[in-house]
Antibody, heavy 120, light 110 residues
Framework: QVTLRESGPALVKPTQTLTLTCTFS??????????VSWIRQPPGKALEWLAL???????YYSTSLKTRLTISKDTSKNQVVLTMTNMDPVDTATYYC????????????WGQGTMVTVSS | SYVLTQPPSVSVAPGQTARITCGGN??????VHWYQQKPGQAPVLVVY???DRPSGIPERFSGSNSGNTATLTISRVEAGDEADYYC?????????????FGGGTKLTVL
């Protein structure tokens, strides 16, 4: 069974750096075709893709946020980490990690999400 | 960057057919994926590659894609289908390829 779980702080202050961890099971990120991505959703708003890392350690970032994002993986720990610098209240959202696995370019399994509030 | 346009809302009576559109420039040349998101829950993939269904998704969910519009069709709509639906594509057309979501459509079952 494939599962993903997000973890990180529920509250961060403006200008701080957010670090989120996605811990997954049921697949290996060293397997060809496997990818893990981060997607966020502000309250009441649409999904927004942020970043993705693939089995070959290639990394992709949202054009609008690429200067603030860093994605990395620890294959031995089955974890993917996202850092976002210079947090702002507009970054308040539920952050999801999701897998691309069985279907190319589609997110077939999602974590439950973690809510992050940016406030002083 | 590539833009996907969805109607904010669609309403349908139980037992009827709901059609949710997703517009994009020459979207027919891309693979479109659809997600269902119920309140307080993570999205779930319901249609991939325009018209295929993951295991466990009812046959009532189907999709099509041609020209500038992709469509998610839900037949014999049930109260449990009430949710937000998002389309998504992989855009490789720019210098910075990425994954793109539509703005979402709220399906209301009357």
């Amino acid at each position: 069974q494939v599962t993903l779980r997000e973890s990180g702080p529920a509250l961060v202050k403006p200008t701080q750096t957010l670090t989120l961890t996605c811990t997954f099971s049921g697949f290996s990120l060293s397997t060809s075709g496997m990818c893990v991505s981060w997607i966020r959703q502000p309250p009441g708003k649409a999904l927004e893709w942020l970043a993705l890392i693939d089995w070959d350690d290639d990394k992709y970032y949202s054009t609008s946020l690429k200067t603030r994002l860093t994605i990395s993986k620890d294959t031995s720990k089955n974890q993917v980490v996202l850092t976002m610098t210079n947090m702002d209240p507009v970054d308040t959202a539920t952050y999801y990690c999701a897998r691309i696995g069985l279907v190319r370019d589609a997110f077939d399994i999602w974590g439950q999400g973690t809510m992050v509030t940016v406030s002083s | 960057s590539y833009v996907l346009t969805q109607p904010p809302s669609v309403s349908v009576a139980p037992g009827q057919t709901a059609r949710i559109t997703c517009g994009g420039n020459n979207i027919g040349s891309k693979s479109v994926h659809w997600y269902q998101q119920k309140p307080g829950q993570a999205p779930v993939l319901v249609v991939y590659d325009d018209s295929d269904r993951p295991s466990g998704i009812p046959e009532r969910f189907s999709g099509s894609n041609s020209g500038n519009t992709a469509t998610l069709t839900i037949s014999r709509v049930e109260a449990g289908d009430e949710a937000d639906y998002y389309c998504q594509v992989w855009d490789s057309s720019s210098d910075h390829p990425g994954w793109v979501f539509g703005g979402g459509t709220k399906l209301t079952v009357l």
